[in-house]
């Protein structure tokens, strides 16, 4: 009968010690809003002071301040996060072609599930019980209607679930600039993201290994695709690598980009000349610097012409 009565009080400790670890493994939403609805610049944060949700996401989180759409093109900024071989990406021949799936195999090594959620109307019907990232994509008209989602998903989660916010892309139009920027804010209520803003240059394709570095789960480089910024989020202004974003349109008769640092390369067809732009001096992109900066012309086309198709 001992033996019994010991077995059962070893087993309710056993099962409590499992579920406070459960308990204590945030859950993360990412959230993905299909178009932003309002121009993303570097003081874009000042239009959230009025919208009490949005105000406490960015006072309270990480906000990247030059962050990249993979496409302007919703479809193919999808199909990036899918697949890996989004327009941006530096081409390996090692990476797979799984993207979402690798992200999915990395989460299940540390016992987390991913689930599609197309709404965040019922969260507080939602499992909780396992640690789940929930993939989050929404539609909003206007940052009010935006900042009413918001508030509803923060009444309901617990303080140190990872709330990751961004656009699939921007409020622009076409490959324009304000079409390739989005907002991107991590957040968290407790301590493990720092306050603060980074100008570091981050790509929707980073958000999976950045995830993955946040909790802690393994995964090897040619998996998934992108470069973790998970250092950014313990120290906004920790410097990363540079590298070259490069964009390309469905429409093979579109627009082609190239992004490094403040440099711009852009060729509205095929038929049009490669123009380089800085957009610090020239942030409307009106004065085509290419013969002034020969140098940089030469190694950017360099470049386009041995990655792209």
């Not at 508030?151 to 409020?171: D, F, K, P």
Request: hydrophobic share 40%.
């Amino acid at each position: 009968m001992r033996w019994l009565i010991f077995f059962f009080f070893i087993s309710i400790s056993f099962f409590q010690s499992c579920s406070d670890q459960a308990s204590s493994d945030p859950n993360v939403v990412l959230l993905l809003i299909e178009k932003w609805p309002t121009a993303w610049t570097e003081n874009g944060i000042e239009d959230w002071q009025s919208h009490a949700a949005l105000k406490q996401l960015a006072e309270n989180g990480v906000v990247f301040t030059k962050a990249f759409t993979a496409s302007p093109e919703i479809e193919l900024a999808e199909q990036a996060l899918a697949s890996g071989m989004h327009t941006g990406h530096l081409l390996s021949d090692n990476f797979d072609n799984k993207n979402l799936n690798n992200f999915k195999n990395t989460l299940l090594s540390k016992k987390y599930k991913m689930i599609d959620q197309s709404t965040l109307a019922h969260w507080s019907s939602l499992d909780k019980i396992a640690p789940t990232v929930y993939l989050t994509k929404l539609n909003s008209n206007s940052l009010a209607q935006l900042d009413d989602k918001i508030a509803n998903l923060l009444s309901q989660i617990s303080q140190n679930t990872l709330i990751v916010l961004t656009a699939l892309s921007g409020a622009g139009a076409a490959y324009s600039e304000s079409s390739l920027r989005v907002p991107l804010v991590f957040y968290t209520a407790d301590d493990k993201v720092k306050k603060g803003v980074s100008n570091q240059a981050i790509y929707t394709a980073d958000l999976f290994p950045t995830i993955a570095d946040f909790l802690n789960a393994p995964y090897s480089a040619n998996t998934l695709d992108g470069q973790s910024f998970y250092k950014n989020i313990k120290q906004p202004t920790t410097l990363l690598n540079d590298r070259i974003l490069y964009w390309t349109s469905s429409n093979k008769n579109g627009p082609k980009i190239l992004r490094y640092n403040q440099w711009k390369m852009y060729r509205k067809n095929p038929n049009a000349a490669w123009q380089l732009f800085d957009m610090i001096t020239d942030p409307e992109e009106t004065d085509n610097v290419s013969a002034y900066h020969p140098g940089k012309f030469e190694k950017f086309q360099e470049w386009i012409g041995k990655h792209s198709n």
